[in-house]
């Protein structure tokens, strides 16, 4: 079993950067394909990005491409999440994620339900 610890988020302009972390305990993260979602206020939690094993594949959705950037170093068990220009839409509680088992295919990569530990989620607010 693997518990994830997330750091980072809180409250920045629009346009500004932030960067969350994400770091785990138990076991190693190289065994594990990672992935970061969000959860905006009364809505459901969705698919931001996914990295493979040795983080030499990674998978966007549509609406962060180009902004964010996912990476990883398995040596200090830890998973980041770049984000830059924010808008005010990316406002959200933001969680990290570990995959055990599995391809790194796109279609399966952004159901919640792929997914087996998550972090416990960190507060991202960008003001207009």
């Known amino acids: 079993q693997v518990q994830l610890v997330q750091s980072g988020g809180g409250l920045v302009q629009a346009g500004g950067s932030l960067r969350l972390s994400c770091a785990a305990s138990?076991?190693?993260?190289?065994?594990?394909?990672m992935g970061w979602f969000l959860q905006a206020p009364g809505k459901d939690r969705e698919f931001v990005a996914a990295?493979?094993?040795?983080?030499?594949?990674?998978y966007y959705a549509d609406s962060v491409k180009g902004r964010f950037t996912i990476s990883r170093d398995n040596a200090k068990n830890t998973v980041w999440l770049q984000m830059n220009n924010l808008k005010p839409e990316d406002t959200a509680v933001y969680y990290c994620?570990?995959?055990?088992?599995?391809?790194?295919?796109?279609?399966?990569?952004?159901?919640?339900?792929?997914?087996?530990?998550w972090g416990q989620g960190t507060q991202v607010t960008v003001s207009s």
């Open positions: 994620a570990a995959r055990s088992g599995g391809g790194f295919i796109y279609a399966t990569l952004r159901r919640r339900s792929e997914y087996n530990y």
């Open positions: 990295i493979s094993w040795g983080g030499g594949t990674t």
């Open positions: 138990g076991r190693t993260l190289s065994s594990y394909v």
